[in-house]
T-cell receptor, first 112, second 114 residues
Framework: KNQVEQSPQSLIILEGKNCTLQCNYTVSPFSNLRWYKQDTGRGPVSLTIMTFSENTKSNGRYTATLDADTKQSSLHITASQLSDSASYICVVSASENYIPTFGRGTSLIVHP | EAGVVQSPRYKIIEKKQPVAFWCNPISGHNTLYWYLQNLGQGPELLIRYENEEAVDDSQLPKDRFSAERLKGVDSTLKIQPAELGDSAVYLC????????????FGPGTRLTVL
């Protein structure tokens, strides 16, 4: 069964600090991996997408990495801001049917 | 251009009552998804439409849930009768097509069943 596991479940950091969120998956055959940001009470918004041949992708202060061999991805947030407080969801799609498998998300709280 | 529109944003009903959610996807998007999201969990796919054809509906509880996408544009998700365990956020998303393209999500409908 395709699965996506994220860690930590929740994280609290001070404004200005960096943090890294982890995603492990068993989805096969692999097509692509996305990181989404979901603010409270809103739908998820895509941050990055990576395919098999890509091992890093940046979007402003967000940098995602992908190790297709170990089936791991990380999302690094640099110089966190209060507006980064949200849930970050890892989503992996299989190439045979493109059905996305969602992780449970990491809840990030940035304190001033 | 407007994003994915969902209504209502909030709905409170008593158990055993029917309820319907409406979704208007981004213009030109052929693929439409309905997801269920429980608190603290990631979205779970209920059904995916390719134009007006329903595909990937294995997670849709067909005894009480139904969906339609007439003319391949707007979509409606219905629950009849609702149960206490149906309380959740129902998200609608759309994409140009199913392959590789980004899904754009609506704000969701928060359902509370009393």
């Amino acid at each position: 069964k395709n699965q996506v596991e994220q860690s930590p479940q929740s994280l609290i950091i001070l404004e200005g600090k960096n943090c890294t969120l982890q995603c492990n998956y068993t989805v096969s055959p692999f097509s692509n991996l996305r990181w989404y940001k979901q603010d409270t009470g809103r739908g998820p918004v895509s941050l990055t997408i990576m395919t098999f041949s890509e091992n890093t992708k940046s979007n402003g202060r967000y940098t995602a990495t992908l190790d297709a061999d170990t089936k791991q991805s990380s999302l690094h947030i640099t110089a966190s801001q209060l507006s980064d407080s949200a849930s970050y969801i890892c989503v992996v799609s299989a190439s045979e049917n493109y059905i996305p498998t969602f992780g449970r998300g990491t809840s990030l709280i940035v304190h001033p | 251009e407007a994003g994915v529109v969902q209504s209502p944003r909030y709905k409170i009903i008593e158990k055993k009552q029917p309820v319907a959610f409406w979704c208007n996807p981004i213009s030109g998007h052929n693929t439409l998804y309905w997801y269920l999201q429980n608190l603290g969990q990631g979205p779970e796919l209920l059904i995916r439409y390719e134009n007006e054809e329903a595909v990937d509906d294995s997670q849709l509880p067909k005894d009480r849930f139904s969906a339609e996408r007439l003319k391949g544009v707007d979509s409606t998700l219905k629950i009849q009768p609702a149960e206490l365990g149906d309380s959740a956020v129902y998200l609608c998303a759309s994409s140009l097509d199913r392959d590789y393209n980004e899904q754009f999500f609506g704000p969701g409908t928060r359902l509370t069943v009393l």
